[in-house]
């Protein structure tokens, strides 16, 4: 019997994926569209970000002429999540993937792609890079498919379809709500949040962004603590 590539295995796996990627991706290129992204620096924003969240914040605060701090701050603590990732994977390559190479690794860090990479039993190289192509490739040309078609559709389709976005949100957070009142109400407290600072002309996007991410998560890491089995009794997945 031949022993199966581990690279190819996981460019199988990936597909589906880059199927999902593609399909929200066009949520956030036809908002690039009302924002007045055109469709090739939106493919860019998409390149070298990997971030649905972070994107979708970004955009928001370049749209509202938001500054690069409120950017560059609110754009950091959407994807904070990635540091943690980033640095558990890092502990699963060995010592000979150098620093480039892990560099490369961390800038294909997504939900879906961790996912796949750490449920193997092992993790090198080669098959947690080829896990990124096809997402990658999904991600960019779905939002320059979505961006084009922004340009050309009429204003009101363009408004309609952008009720994508929210759906996008709501088919993420309610399931995750559902099964947890923790979740549910940092969730609730969020929004709650989102619609007092709303009320205050002088504060610009960014900042209810960067105000609520902060408040919220420090709450819920003070109040609503997640408690985790310890790793000696708890089923770890290799």
Do not use: K
Request: hydrophobic residues 55%; charged residues 10%; positive net charge.
């Amino acid at each position: 019997m031949t022993t199966p590539n581990p690279a190819a295995a996981a460019l199988r796996d990936s597909i589906p994926i880059a199927l999902g990627y593609f399909t929200v991706s066009l949520a956030f290129g036809l908002y690039c569209a009302r924002m007045g992204v055109p469709p090739v620096l939106a493919g860019l924003i998409s390149f070298t970000n990997l971030s649905s969240s972070g994107q979708f914040a970004g955009i928001t605060i370049i749209g509202a002429q938001g500054s690069y701090l409120e950017l560059a701050i609110g754009v950091a603590l959407v994807n904070l999540r990635y540091v943690l990732m980033a640095i558990s994977l890092g502990q699963r390559l060995g010592p000979q993937v150098g620093t480039g190479r892990r560099l490369l690794l961390a800038a294909g860090i997504t939900d879906e792609i961790y996912a796949l990479g750490m449920g193997r039993r092992q993790v090198g190289f080669g098959d947690y890079a080829a896990s990124m192509v096809l997402p990658i490739i999904g991600w960019t040309s779905g939002t320059i498919v979505g961006a084009a078609a922004g340009e050309v559709l009429p204003a009101r389709l363009v408004s309609a379809f952008g009720v994508l976005l929210y759906a996008m949100f709501v088919a993420i957070v309610v399931p995750a709500a559902a099964g947890s009142w923790q979740v549910l109400a940092v969730v609730l407290g969020a929004a709650g949040l989102s619609s007092l600072l709303a009320g205050i002309n002088r504060l610009e996007v960014g900042w209810r962004i960067i105000i609520v991410t902060i408040v919220v998560a420090a709450a819920a890491a003070t109040w609503l603590p997640q408690h985790r089995p310890r790793p000696e009794t708890a089923e770890v997945a290799h």
